[in-house]
């Protein structure tokens, strides 16, 4: 599935763009047909009603208010439309997954490989930010400190279908992950993942030695992040178990 993923997310970004276009054509086109029109002729009765005797004056004004009202009544329908777009479903935590990994992948120039598989349940929100926000560093430091090395996204379901996995791969020149608890060998951003993951239940798993390249992955539960503290794990195996 080399990169059609990473095309797919592309797509999606770009039709999400071009969504965004498309609502904003119409709404421009609602303020000129509906707002602007309405205003513009209730101006004109107004304008009319200045200076004129009085039985077209009192008519124009009847009829610039009846226009006003329903320039009114065309506005509350659009705010309507409005709060209804914004309370649209958001996107699945797979695609969200996508989107993030076509931006680290035109920010870093590098190619990913994605193999992310839709969820049966939506995550509570809490959890999807910060499994984004893992996922999204993880990819960071491996653009970062393996160069030239594939690069590869995973999510799945765990195998016994209670939670997720979500790994991020790469074959180049690995660690010793215990080097993380050094603060001049690591950044930041890593070294606070598992502290960061355990708030919402999840464990940080790494995978790797020197010369062997490096798995992270991340495994969390519904019932994990209801109760107990966490605690990361890190080996020197590259035996991922993916």
């Known amino acids: 599935m080399r990169d059609t993923q990473l095309r797919a997310a592309a797509a999606l970004t770009s ?21 602007a029109q309405l205003l513009s002729f209730a101006l004109i009765q107004l304008d009319t009603a200045q200076g004129a ?17 329903e320039a009114l009544r065309s506005t509350r329908g659009l705010i309507g439309d409005l709060r209804e777009s914004a309370r649209a479903a958001p996107l699945a935590f797979d695609q ?6 076509a931006d680290v992948s035109r920010l870093s120039q590098r190619d ?6 839709p ?37 799945r379901s765990s195998e016994d279908g209670e939670g997720i996995v979500l790994s ?19 950044s930041y951003g890593l070294r606070q993942l598992p502290a960061c993951l355990a708030l ?6 790494l995978f790797s030695q020197p010369g062997a390249g490096l798995c992270a ?15 990361s794990q890190m080996t020197g195996s590259d035996e991922a178990g993916q």
């Open 96 to 101: 969200q997954l996508l989107q993030m990994a």
């Open 168 to 186: 991020v791969s790469d074959d180049g020149p690995g660690l010793d992950p215990h080097a993380l608890q050094d603060e001049s060998a690591s």
């Open 119 to 155: 969820l049966p349940d939506a995550l509570p929100l809490s959890v999807g930010k910060m499994l984004l926000r893992a996922a999204r560093e993880l990819l960071v430091n491996a653009c970062k400190h393996a160069p030239g090395a594939a690069i590869q996204l995973s999510l």
């Open 15 to 35: 039709a999400d763009g071009a969504g965004q276009v498309d609502r904003t054509g119409e709404l421009v086109k609602h303020l000129h047909d509906s707002l």
């Open 217 to 231: 992955r991340i495994l969390w539960r519904p019932q994990v992040a209801e109760g107990q503290p966490v605690r």
């Open 112 to 117: 990913l490989q994605l193999d992310c598989q």
């Open 200 to 205: 919402i239940g999840a464990e940080l798993q």
């Open 53 to 69: 005797r009085a039985g077209v004056r009192e008519s124009a004004l009847r009829h610039s208010r009846q226009l006003v009202k």
